[in-house]
């Protein structure tokens, strides 16, 4: 049974940090693309940041400077850093495993993330 477990999201103030984790289960992490989206109310859900098993890494624009996404394969966790945060990130955060080969995409549950002006 495959599970991802989001955690580290909250209310923050604009310009404040926050990092949140996403702990995987049931899954051979490391040859996992793994990535984090976020989902706005009335809006669709976007990509933030990916991480391919080999360790590349790719952002959407808007969070290009300020967020990072790493990946821990001993503790199958991959972390989504979030520094200068903005009012326009507000959103429900969610975590993705990817593995094209077979098809496989597997989300978390989400966790939401508030930045106040």
């Known amino acids: 049974q495959v599970q991802l477990v989001e955690s580290g999201g909250g209310l923050v103030q604009a310009g404040g940090s926050l990092r949140l984790s996403c702990a995987a289960s049931?899954?051979?992490?490391?040859?996992?693309?793994m990535g984090w989206y976020r989902q706005a109310p009335g809006k669709q859900r976007e990509s933030v940041a990916t991480?391919?098993?080999?360790?590349?890494?790719n952002y959407t624009d808007s969070v290009k400077g300020r967020f990072t996404i790493s990946r821990d394969n001993a503790q199958n966790t991959v972390y989504l850093q979030m520094n200068s945060l903005k009012p326009e990130d507000t959103a429900v955060y969610y975590c993705?495993?990817?593995?094209?080969?077979?098809?496989?995409?597997?989300w978390g549950q989400g966790t939401q993330v508030t930045v106040s002006s």
């Open positions: 049931g899954i051979p992490f490391r040859i996992y693309v």
């Open positions: 993705n495993a990817r593995y094209a080969v077979i098809s496989a995409s597997y």
């Open positions: 991480i391919s098993s080999g360790g590349n890494t």
